[in-house]
């Protein structure tokens, strides 16, 4: 059985594109918005299809990108001041114009709601540099899911828009 993902738009409507017989169809999914994201779906070509739901606000894209980030709740909590003793590696495994997931390479791992920057270059022709703060919305592991907090200024940044679109 074939596995397709397909994009929710804000309005909670998915594009359906049978890849055996080319059929596009328009689906409301809103009702299982926050519950069922893998559905089997038969196509009118009686063809059954996996369908993953991506409720994602933003394309996220992977990326294997090695960067530096700074847990600036942590070292309030620890009360130091140096912050040279409190940067840490990571690896950004994917980024959107909302957030970054990143694979936190040392301890300790960030909590959800702490306050961090991250540091890495991306790999475009410019080797771009990304200096951002973000709040952990997710903790999984060494795994975190980062919001920008600075979302305003990145939905218009035309460095990472470019690089999201290549």
Do not use: W
Not at 64 to 84: H, I, Q, R, W
Not at 128 to 149: A, H, P
């Amino acid at each position: 059985m074939k596995k397709i993902k397909i994009s929710v738009n804000s309005e909670g409507v998915a594009l359906i594109n049978c890849p055996f017989c080319g059929l596009v169809k328009q689906v409301s999914m809103q009702k299982f918005k926050g519950e069922k994201h893998l559905l089997k779906i038969r196509c009118e070509c009686k063809q059954m299809l996996n369908v993953e739901l991506d409720f994602r606000k933003y394309y996220r894209k992977s990326v294997e990108l090695s960067g530096m980030f700074f847990n600036y709740t942590m070292a309030e909590k620890t009360e130091s001041s140096s912050v040279d003793t409190k940067v840490q590696k990571c690896k950004i495994v994917n980024i959107s114009q909302g957030g970054i997931g990143l694979q936190v390479l040392e301890e300790p791992v960030p909590e959800v709601d702490d306050n961090i920057r991250v540091k890495f270059n991306l790999d475009d022709n410019k080797n771009s540099e990304l200096d951002r703060r973000l709040v952990v919305r997710v903790s999984r592991k060494k795994y975190l899911g980062c919001e920008f907090t600075d979302l305003e200024y990145c939905l218009y940044d035309k460095t990472l828009g470019f690089y999201l679109m290549a």
